[in-house]
């Protein structure tokens, strides 16, 4: 009898301490929720605070943008200016034809014009660089690769109609020059050939 009262007894104390592990994993998981919660209000605060940084940078991107719009429009101005400029020039020097000053001033008013024209592309480049960037903002890297594309052929210089044809003109030349030299070379060697031979 001793015996199975003692086991009755360690029965009991092992009850007892099941029921301190079954009250200490509530407590722990009350605990684990509170933690879970905690976490989550982190993880949405964090996104709140990424969301703004977001869009700053954004907005950012966007004034940089109406600034470099706000440039174009400034240089056309002066474009448009240089132009009265210019026919004014031109007036001057279909009078005084032997004036080399007025010579160099025409020719200072068309340097002008080009290197302005050549500032609107570079914008407009710039621009649609920009606009590339403000897209990508925010976006994993692994996902910006159409917009790597995008942004590359926006940075081609395509030749115009005159450039085409300029270009084309060459690389004939340059084949039927080379055509040529080394059909006079073959020439020569097939008639030293025989010469010695």
Do not use: C
Not at 32 to 45: F, T
Not at 50 to 62: A, D, F, G, T, W
């Amino acid at each position: 009898m001793a015996k199975t009262k003692k086991a009755a007894e360690e029965a009991v104390v092992e009850e007892v301490k099941e029921v301190k592990k079954t009250k200490k994993t509530k407590e722990e998981k009350l605990v684990e929720k509170k933690n879970k919660k905690e976490d989550k209000a982190k993880r949405k605060e964090k996104a709140k605070l990424r969301k703004q940084e977001i869009l700053i940078e954004k907005k950012k991107y966007e004034d940089e943008i109406d600034n470099i719009y706000d440039s174009i429009k400034e240089t056309k101005k002066n474009i448009k200016s240089e132009k009265k400029n210019l026919k004014l020039a031109k007036k001057d020097l279909r009078k005084d034809k032997t004036n080399k000053e007025k010579e160099n001033i025409v020719k200072t008013y068309i340097e002008n014009i080009k290197k302005s024209k050549k500032e609107i592309k570079d914008n407009k480049k710039l621009i649609s660089k920009k606009e590339i960037e403000r897209s990508n903002v925010g976006k994993n890297p692994k996902e910006t690769f159409l917009g790597d594309v995008l942004e590359e052929m926006h940075l081609v210089k395509w030749p115009s109609k005159f450039e085409m044809v300029k270009y084309t003109i060459a690389t004939l030349f340059f084949v039927l020059f080379f055509a040529g030299f080394f059909f006079l070379i073959d020439i020569i060697f097939s008639v030293i050939k025989r010469l010695v031979g």
